[in-house]
């Protein structure tokens, strides 16, 4: 039977390229721009970005063909553009499954030489982009409101455990199991709401909460850089968001 999907594709810029035209400290810097061919424009109208347009059409013509299975998730991608216009450096920054994140670096890789590469004072340099795609059935709850039940369930979790630590009838060998198992549920619905939204920095925050609890200061600390980098980065990145029924 034919899945119905709901694409929601956000185009997010990294911190170099995050607008069209910035000058700093009069440094022109240009952000790389697709520049090869849009079809369906009937139904991308309201989208700003031409590779919005391209990648909307062709994930939505791979769900159409059936020949394969997508699952509810956001598949985040960041990739290089090169002097030349081409691609490379493709790193899945947050993975639904082989088959979506496949799907999405096959579409942008197919789009290699038709960029106009990012520049400084007009010199063609290298320059990092990302997409951010979702997919979600229509079907089902949104992918949002799935994300905040998880972390939901998760913060209720981690707040147990906490209790579980300071209970003054458990041994502490009974303590630290029984609050080390809820932790580890905790970090558990944590991850499956991050897997739905990635870019939500409460759920990375508590993430980072969960590992301390756990003694993974190695992952603790990887968290809140992300973190760091999440809230720094909302201040300049410009975000198109595009849903479509299929």
Aim: proline share 3%; aromatic share 12%; glycine share 4%.
């Amino acid at each position: 039977m034919k899945r119905v999907l709901l694409f929601t594709v956000l185009i997010v810029f990294s911190l170099i390229s995050m607008a069209q035209v910035y000058n700093y400290e009069e440094v022109i810097v240009r952000a790389p721009k697709y520049s090869g061919p849009v079809y369906g424009v009937e139904n991308t109208k309201d989208m700003i970005n031409p590779i919005s347009k391209f990648l909307y059409q062709d994930l939505s013509n791979k769900v159409q063909a059936e020949y394969t299975e997508f699952q509810e998730g956001t598949v985040v991608i960041d990739f290089t553009v090169n002097e030349d216009g081409s691609l490379e450096n493709f790193i899945v920054r947050n993975s639904v499954s082989y088959t979506n994140d496949n799907e999405v670096i096959e579409s942008i890789k197919s789009t290699s030489g038709k960029w106009i590469p990012g520049s400084k004072d007009g010199v063609p340099v290298q320059m990092e982009k990302r997409v951010v795609i979702a997919f979600s059935d229509e079907n089902s709850p949104a992918l949002e409101e799935q994300a905040i039940y998880y972390s939901t369930k998760g913060i209720r979790k981690f707040y147990k455990a906490e209790q579980c630590e300071s209970d003054p009838f458990l041994s502490d060998e009974v303590r630290l199991k029984r609050s080390d198992r809820k932790y580890h549920t905790a970090l558990n619905r944590f991850n499956k709401a991050e897997s739905l939204r990635p870019e939500e920095a409460q759920i990375i925050f508590w993430q980072a909460k969960t590992y301390e609890k756990l003694g993974d200061d190695l992952m603790r600390d990887l968290k809140l850089l992300d973190f760091d980098e999440l809230v720094e980065s909302a201040k300049y990145v410009t975000t198109e968001v595009i849903n479509v029924y299929i």
